[in-house]
């Protein structure tokens, strides 16, 4: 049997681990040395290797020991076992303008590892980018979306954006004001500066901040009519 874990308790887990990691009198980092928290809490070995799997947008593996990865070296194709808590990221995650993908690819590819602790069962496992040009198989969807890796990344998440450091960070870019936004996605241009500021110091992407803020409760949703009229001074009284 299969334990899933619920939002509220990869919430609870992540706050109490980083807490033991940091030490729990320490100062509410800016932000999370996640590299730092996979290699000295979680006790993993981190690899970088250049992916040869057949599906190209395969950039994450967690090794059970018993299941191999293809990876290229010296020119040639190899298969190798990846040894159960090794975690290995295609090496291209290391250009720096991967950093935030890098990231939180390692914040899922711990979350794995979480998972795995609490279900030794648990296989080897993928994480994948989705590319919106390539048609994937029913199976290959199926990977990609399935409860584990959804898991994945809300560990990754709340790891990468802990309550107490998004209290703090919503705190020191907004005098901890919930940010506006119109409709589900519009953002006015104020609020955008913001939001890279807010990205740029958690070291995470925009739109990993912005689903973080939106499960947390710290958006302030307004209707797009509202944006339209009083921001784009558009339509108005069409009578």
């Known amino acids: 049997m299969i334990n899933y874990i ?15 990691y940091l030490g ?5 980092p800016q ?3 996640i590299d730092g928290f996979v290699r000295d809490y979680l006790k ?3 690899l970088y290797e250049t992916f040869s799997e057949d599906d190209p947008n395969k950039i994450g593996f967690v090794g059970d020991g018993r299941t191999p990865l293809k990876i290229k070296r010296n020119g040639k194709v190899i298969s190798v076992v990846i040894p159960f808590k090794t975690i290995v990221l295609d090496r291209y995650l290391l250009q720096p303008e991967e950093h935030t993908h890098r990231r939180f690819t390692l914040g899922h590819e711990a979350g794995h590892i979480i998972s795995m602790q609490i279900n030794p069962d648990s296989a080897a496992c993928f994480h994948r980018t989705h590319d919106k040009e390539r048609k994937y198989t029913l199976k290959e969807m199926q990977e990609m979306y399935n409860i584990n890796e959804w898991q994945a990344n809300t560990f990754s998440a709340s790891l990468l954006m802990p309550r ?3 209290r703090n960070t919503l705190e020191r870019f907004n005098k901890g004001k919930r940010l506006p936004v119109y409709g589900e996605a519009v953002f006015h241009p104020r609020e955008k500066v913001i939001l890279q500021k807010m990205a740029s110091a958690l070291e995470v992407s925009f739109t990993a901040l912005v689903i973080r ?8 949703y307004h209707d ?4 339209i009229k009083e921001e784009l001074h558009l ?3 069409t009578s």
């Open 6 to 20: 619920s939002q509220a308790e990869t919430e609870e887990l992540c706050e109490a681990m980083l807490n033991q």
């Open 24 to 28: 729990r009198d320490a100062p509410t």
């Open 31 to 33: 932000s999370v040395d």
């Open 44 to 46: 993993c070995t981190i």
């Open 164 to 166: 107490p450091v998004m």
């Open 213 to 220: 803020l939106r499960g947390l409760g710290m958006l302030n």
């Open 224 to 227: 797009i009519s509202e944006y």
């Open 235 to 237: 339509g108005g009284d």
